[in-house]
């Protein structure tokens, strides 16, 4: 597994770096996002990345919100000094995949990391492969989803939701139930950023938002109406 750690503090970089390849990862370094986005665009590959938010020029938000609008969909953990809500939900907005904020310990980076990677990377061998229904197709082999035939691009979060409600036609889940399926064990997520999530994957996809619906009381359901 190769992982890109951008941080325009050198020594936090390399000690980052340091230690993830102790633990076996490629890990490489980039001390602004100018440059890790030049790398990434000249073709190196990476299987997550570790960004911090608060960087001359381009900022960590901005290099995340570039990366998604471009189909980018790598995994993405902030690394932040910033701590209060509105800061988090500004982060998954921009398309963060988990958010730990600075002071940290290498092991609670290292056990986030291994969190995500292994959602990213879970399959669903037992389960149909495709869904189609109207304009919306879903390939949950490749994560990929189209609107009358048109690709969307969505974040991991935002598949990773639509994933849950889809598989559970009908059935309605709790936000708490939603980050507990798709966060996992960060402990840090509040309500409010499913809501933003499932914000941001209804308007990608428009004609077919109406599908996902918010039952108060009970909680968010894929639905769809004949």
Known sequence: MRILVVDDEPDLCEILCFNLESEGFEAECAHSAESALALIGNGHSFDLILLDVMMEAVSGYEMA???RAAGDNTPIIFLTALNAEADQLKGFGAGADD???K????????????AVLKRSSQGNADDPENFRSGALEIDFHRKAVAIDGNPISLTRKE????ELLVRHQG?????EQIIEDVWEDNTYVVDRSVDVHIARLRKKLGPCAAAIVNHSGFGYAFIINS
């Open 65 to 67: 919100q570039q990366m």
């Open 99 to 101: 958010y730990i904020t």
């Open 103 to 114: 002071p940290f310990s290498f092991p609670t980076v290292l056990a986030r990391i291994r």
């Open 159 to 162: 598949f990773s939701i639509l």
């Open 171 to 175: 059935q309605h889940f709790t936000r």
